[in-house]
């Protein structure tokens, strides 16, 4: 008998579920292939550290931009691997795949996404929206007559939703996430010191000094990178100030996202917000301030979930239980 299985297949990250043991999957979506051959040399975290490391024949690839497939081989690839390190010998069948999408996918994104898990050997597909998989892992009831309001801030987008009776009420998806405040950093660096930073570090700065609330976060961080004069490597250093000031256009366009769902949302369910508050989940929840500045924006309290990377893959493994009952075969 095959085993069901829940992929949160992210633009940053791969989670997987397996019914029966949880979570047994945690690994960057990157696979490292040698260019003149297309072998692959490693797939998730071996292949992260060689992101803007690699010599000329060998490329670090991101297989997902924006929450959607942008080279089909490559995710299949990705996805065949670690469907493979979680089942091992194990698969006597093939397995049931529960997967989750971003909301505002075009149908021909959806049927890329359902084709790369087909291929890489599921029995069957079922897909589910994003936000309610990460309502329900943060531990909201959406089953309920009453008004849920979740902001999953991923790496490649953005999703905001209200759900009310297992179903998504009003809901908006931006390519607005984690990866595009990462490039916010590089620009700002750019300009203000002409200095050429990587991905990587810009990743760093914003997890480590990084704040979207004024006043919020004070610390300091030395950076390294290429001068874009001298064209040799330099040091300076930067602060959670310059950080905010980089990050403020780019947030903001996630306040506005979550601003028109809640503008779009019935009154009764706006009431219900108001009292059990709005959840963030998603690494982009970690953001030092975001919930202040969303509280401060939107009006209603603002929580993060506990453990919000894995609300998603949390929730593919509770919808998992009930997946004929639950899940659409496509939404
Ligand atoms: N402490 C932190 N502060 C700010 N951002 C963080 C923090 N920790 C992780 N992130 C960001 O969270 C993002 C990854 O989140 P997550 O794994 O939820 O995305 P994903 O599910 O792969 O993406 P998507 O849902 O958009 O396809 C990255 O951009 C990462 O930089």
């Known amino acids: 008998m095959g085993k069901d299985i829940g992929i949160d297949l992210g633009t940053a990250n791969v989670l997987i579920h397996v019914k029966g043991k949880g979570v047994v999957l945690d690994e960057p979506s990157v696979v490292a292939i040698e260019s003149d051959t297309k072998r692959v040399l490693a797939v998730g975290e071996d292949a992260r550290r060689m992101v803007g490391r690699t010599p000329g024949n060998i490329v670090a690839i991101r297989p997902l931009m924006d929450g959607v497939i942008a080279d089909f081989e490559i995710t ?9 390190r979680v089942g091992g010998k194990n698969w006597y069948s093939h397995p ?4 989750c999408a971003p909301t505002n996918i075009t149908s021909v994104e959806q049927k890329s996404i359902r084709e790369a898990a087909e291929r890489s050997g599921a029995k069957e597909v079922f897909m589910e929206a994003e936000p309610k998989a990460a309502a329900i892992g943060a531990g909201m009831d959406i089953y309920e007559p009453s008004g849920n309001m979740v902001v999953d801030i991923g ?8 759900l009310s009776m297992g179903d998504i009420v009003t809901a908006s998806s931006i390519k607005m996430a984690g990866d595009k405040l990462d490039d916010a950093i590089i620009r700002y660096i750019k300009t203000k010191y002409k200095l050429m930073i990587g991905e990587r570090t810009a990743e760093d700065i914003k997890i480590n000094i990084g704040t979207v609330h004024p006043g919020g ?3 300091g961080m030395d950076i390294r990178g290429r001068d ?7 040091t300076i250093s930067i602060t959670s100030g310059e950080i905010q000031e980089a990050l403020w256009d780019s947030v903001s366009s996630i306040v506005s996202a979550a601003k028109s769902v809640l503008e779009r949302t019935p009154p009764e369910l706006s009431a219900d917000i108001i009292d059990r508050g709005v959840i963030l989940t998603g690494g982009g ?7 202040e500045l969303l509280a401060t924006e939107l009006r ?30 496509k939404f």
């Open 76 to 84: 299949e690839t990705m996805l065949k691997h670690f469907i493979n």
């Open 96 to 99: 049931r795949i529960l997967i």
């Open 228 to 234: 874009m004069v001298s064209g040799l490597p330099q």
């Open 155 to 162: 790496g490649g987008t953005t999703d905001v939703a209200v």
């Open 285 to 291: 929840a970690l953001l030092h301030g975001l919930d």
């Open 217 to 219: 976060r004070d610390a």
């Open 300 to 329: 209603v309290p603002v929580l993060v979930a506990e453990d919000p990377m894995h609300c998603v893959v949390k929730g593919t493994g509770i919808m998992l239980d009930n997946l004929d009952r639950v899940v659409k075969k």
